[in-house]
């Protein structure tokens, strides 16, 4: 069978070169498109002495009339448009000569009579001293490149349709040599020829089942191929810090391996992100085992299972969306997981806009790849594929594991939570694997049945960390500076951990540095209310025409940003959408105007749904506009959003005393950063860069030592160690060190005893020791309790530290 079709082949190609062979009239030649690009991808490359020409397109050939030397016609080599695929029927690729019929011999008589015509035409050389080619030598060797192409493509096939071959389609190897986009277009469209002609010829020798199977393998390998490019295209560049706007960067020339390691399990975890930072920033050194992102589906040493779910969990913007990105380049260009033949992503921000929707699961899979939807797969679970879940902390869906009804047929159409649920749980495509990115506080929303294994995204080291700054800055001066100030500032150093707060650095410091201003931001309240004043400054330059001295502040649309921060923080809601934004009062054209602080993001994959998804850059910084509307809010309006009722304190007294508590009562400290915020614009120092954003300053001294005093008072109470160590912070920001003052006297006097130390003292020590510079490697607990009560106290110490004594 397989000499028997290479055979027919073979006349079949002979008799399109002797077409062309004859052609002397200059026409355009619109037969097999497949021909057609085996000419220009190899007869383009020779010149008359068989190398490419100098200077030209490689795209090209001029065939001349051998004895008109008035006018030389360039034969145009353009291959006709066809739909992609088109590989069901031969009839559109048939332009001036009929198909060939397979009977006795191999030509008629007209056809071999054609052979012995004189061959005039010639390829002109660069120069008119150019000497002409007799054709014969150059479709002689146009022939044999063609048929040992074609016999290259027949031998993949003949294994393509061997039952030896394992469930699924392998990967078309990638060519060592680097091509251009124009010669990929041509090898693609070279091996779309070979299959319609293969196609073709198999059922004119009534072999319609073979044609059927090969053409279905290779619709999916199309499919595969184009999936690639596009996944190329979409994720090659990254928008540092603003999503779509500014400069792009590209992705391998500026990616550093993110610190990954295994993550335990996916249980809640109810401290404040910025504490879970510095925890981590303290474990890196442990012998922990570390996880390339390309290789997260890799069992681990001793695991002998099969992973088919992971989930990936990292605090707001640590890098998971970044790592899922590099992960899916690096499948797009062939480096890693070619043993997966799709890979398909799923943005929870955009499966949100589909809530109320149904689909069948293919429905569902071709509305985010328009590939899949041309190709007509729908036989999924014969392919190895991979589903990428990015975001679990912004789904909006219920993902009710419990009700929700089973689903085992990718065609039933049903809501997209049920699709979800069921995907996960294995009832659906059992045999795909899973990828789902999440932050911390909603790692519980999958049941950890259904979970193979857990990472973790660490973020930066401290080596990492200049590193970045350095890559960021050409100025090596300038780096440095940049550098050693935030090393000044152990809160902004422990935030550096975080890619996105590196950016927020490098933006303000950068720009503070250069204008030579003397007062440097210490505090994040500094740091942020720096941020703010930049971004708002920038956006009048560009967008009002208003110099830099101007009055910088649009007060109505900070405090429209501000109200949203605030509803959408108590919310839990880190993305929003049109009507968040409209009931915040936000005009969505004036929202895309702060690109540095809200940013729109279009969903370009996305074609049913015109619906645009907006975020702040970071969660840090929707935290800071909450607390900026929570404090204007009071000081223009003297109105307490965070107390229903009115107290009998003062009333700037009260406000605080409230947000205290409201934090207090948060189980997830999703509040905690909030409230240093806040406190921190209590400041007098901080409010003078909101001028004009304010009526009034408002700072009175006697109200400044209440509120601290009420802090320290909320610490002596005992609360949770998470929550007394985030009181820590605060007092930090209003500039009140007298407890860390006092326990750290008793450490250099070495008159440290459990009997001394009361409640708010035990949290004072907690505190000290793990904002320490110094790394906590061996904690001996001997240096400061002896008691069960001491090591309970300890315990946030302990867990930081490598090894206890």
């Not at 992609?84 to 030509?107: L, Q, T, Y």
């Not at 975890?269 to 504490?275: A, I, Q, T, V, Y």
């Not at 700054?469 to 050409?474: A, L, N, T």
């Amino acid at each position: 069978m397989a000499v028997e079709t290479v055979t027919h082949i073979s006349l079949y190609i002979r008799s399109q070169i002797n077409v062309l062979r004859r052609r002397k009239d200059g026409q355009t030649l619109v037969g097999l498109g497949f021909l057609h690009t085996i000419i220009r991808g190899q007869c383009s490359k020779m010149s008359l002495s068989g190398k490419r020409e100098e200077g030209g397109p490689a795209s090209k050939i001029h065939l001349s009339e051998g004895h008109d030397t008035k006018a030389k016609r360039p034969i145009k080599q353009e291959r006709p448009a066809s739909p992609v695929p088109s590989c069901v029927s031969m009839k559109s690729d048939w332009s001036m000569e009929p198909p060939i019929v397979f009977r006795e011999g191999d030509f008629s008589t007209e056809q071999r009579n054609q052979q012995g015509r004189s061959e005039s035409e010639i390829l002109s050389g660069q120069s008119s001293q150019s000497h002409q080619t007799d054709l014969a030598s150059i479709f002689s060797l146009l022939e044999e490149k063609i048929m040992t192409f074609v016999k290259n493509e027949l031998k993949m096939f003949k294994r393509i349709l061997s039952p030896e071959l394992p469930e699924g389609f392998e990967s078309q190897k990638q060519d060592k040599e680097v091509v251009d986009t124009e010669d990929e277009k041509l090898e693609s469209s070279a091996r779309e020829g070979a299959l319609k002609i293969t196609l073709h010829i198999l059922r004119k020798m009534n072999q319609k089942e073979l044609a059927d199977t090969l053409e279905k393998y290779e619709l999916a390998v199309i499919c595969q191929r184009e999936l690639k490019s596009n996944l190329k295209k979409k994720f090659q560049c990254v928008f540092e810090g603003i999503a779509k706007q500014g400069n792009p960067t590209l992705l391998n020339k500026i990616y550093t391996e993110l610190y990954i390691t295994e993550g335990g399990t996916g249980e809640v975890n109810n401290e404040h992100e910025l504490r879970q930072i510095e925890t981590t920033t303290r474990k890196q050194a442990r012998p922990e085992t570390a996880i390339k992102c390309n290789d997260i589906f890799t069992p681990l040493t001793g695991q002998d299972k099969l992973i088919r779910t992971v989930l990936t969990k990292g605090v707001a913007g640590i890098g998971k969306t970044v790592s899922v990105q590099k992960f899916i380049l690096d499948w797009a260009e062939g480096k890693a997981n070619q043993d997966v033949q799709f890979v398909f992503s799923f943005p929870f921000r955009e499966l949100n806009l589909m809530k109320e929707d149904k689909h069948t699961f293919i429905e569902l899979l071709n509305h985010f790849s328009m590939e899949t939807k041309q190709s007509r797969i729908s036989n999924y679970d014969k392919y190895k594929v991979l589903f990428i879940f990015d975001g679990l902390d912004e789904c909006r869906l219920p993902l009710d594991f419990q009700k929700n009804k089973i689903c085992w047929d990718v065609t039933e159409s049903t809501s997209v939570d049920v699709l979800l649920t069921n995907l996960i749980k294995g009832n659906l495509l059992p045999s795909a694997l899973l990828w789902i990115t999440t932050r911390p506080a909603a790692a519980n929303k999958i049941p950890s049945g259904c979970v193979d294994q857990v990472t973790e995204v660490r973020g930066f080291n401290d080596p990492q960390k200049e590193e970045y700054f350095r890559k960021r800055f050409s100025d090596e001066d300038l780096a440095s500076r940049i550098i050693s100030h935030i090393k000044t500032s152990r809160s902004l150093h422990i935030m550096c951990h975080i890619p996105v707060f590196c950016w927020i650095s490098a933006t303000v410091l950068e720009h503070m540095l250069k204008h030579k201003r003397e007062e440097m931001p210490k505090t994040l309240t500094e740091m942020y209310t720096h941020l703010v004043v930049f971004h708002t400054k920038q956006k009048n330059e560009k967008y009002l025409g208003k110099e830099e001295t101007g009055p910088h502040w649009n007060k109505e649309s900070i405090l429209s940003l501000g109200k949203l921060a605030f509803q959408q923080l108590v919310k839990g809601n880190l993305i929003f959408y049109e009507g968040d934004l409209k009931e915040a009062g936000i005009d969505v054209n004036e929202a895309s105007v702060y690109s540095g602080l809200c940013t729109q993001l279009f969903k370009e994959e996305c074609v049913l749904y015109q619906d645009k998804v907006y975020c702040f850059v970071h969660l840090s910084i929707q935290e800071f506009l909450a607390a900026v509307y929570v404090f204007l809010s009071f000081i223009n309006n003297n109105e307490n959003l965070m107390a229903k009722s009115q107290t009998s304190d003062k009333p700037e007294v009260a406000v605080y005393k409230s947000a205290v508590d409201k934090a207090l009562q948060s189980e997830t400290g999703n509040l905690d950063l909030f409230l240093r915020f806040l406190l921190g614009l209590s400041l007098e120092s901080n409010q003078k860069y909101l001028r004009g954003l304010l009526t009034k300053t408002r700072s009175s001294s006697q109200s400044h030592v209440e509120t601290v005093e009420y802090i320290k008072e909320k610490i002596r109470e005992n609360p949770s160690q998470e929550r007394s160590i985030n009181l820590f912070h605060c007092l930090n920001e209003l500039n009140d060190h007298s407890l860390v003052e006092e326990i750290q006297s008793y450490l250099r006097s070495g008159s440290l005893s459990e009997e001394e130390l009361s409640p708010a003292q035990w949290s004072a020590l907690v505190f000290v020791l793990l904002t320490s510079e110094k790394e906590l490697d061996v904690f001996d607990l001997k240096k400061y309790s002896r008691s069960e009560e001491g090591l309970l106290r300890l315990l946030p110490v302990v867990k930081a530290s490598r090894a206890a004594l």
